[in-house]
Nanobody
């Protein structure tokens, strides 16, 4: 699976952005998907994940109620809708995929990664 993230940019605090991650491969629908982020000087952290159907999702506490993850298997695309953005959300955001069952939240558990897209939230 090859992944390509897009949609990052500069936004003011309180604003919204939607990230997209397009995947290649005919078995996209079989993969658990996740979004991670990495701020300067910090480790990569889990943001959100969803299972093969998109029916089960999980979120980091820091983004619950503000971010929504979804997928469209017909388009081989996963999305991250980000609302009420805060300066502390500033980071490079990565999409990831793995054949493991839903529930994986550590970066080392994901085999496939997109190249990352930068989100900058100004105060």
């Amino acid at each position: 699976v090859q992944l390509q993230a897009s949609g990052g940019g500069l936004v003011q605090a309180g604003g919204s952005l939607t990230l997209s991650c397009a995947a290649s491969g005919r078995t996209f629908s079989a993969y658990t998907l996740g979004w991670f982020r990495q701020a300067p000087g910090k480790e990569r952290e889990f943001v959100a994940g969803l299972n093969w159907s998109g029916g089960t999702t999980s979120y980091a506490d820091s983004v619950k109620g503000r971010f929504t993850v979804s997928r469209d298997n017909a388009k081989n695309t996963v999305y991250l809708q980000m609302n009420s953005l805060k300066p502390e959300d500033t980071a490079v955001y990565y999409c990831a995929a793995d054949i493991s069952p839903f529930g994986i939240t550590h970066a080392y558990e994901y085999e496939y990664w997109g190249q990352g897209t930068l989100v900058t939230v100004s105060s």
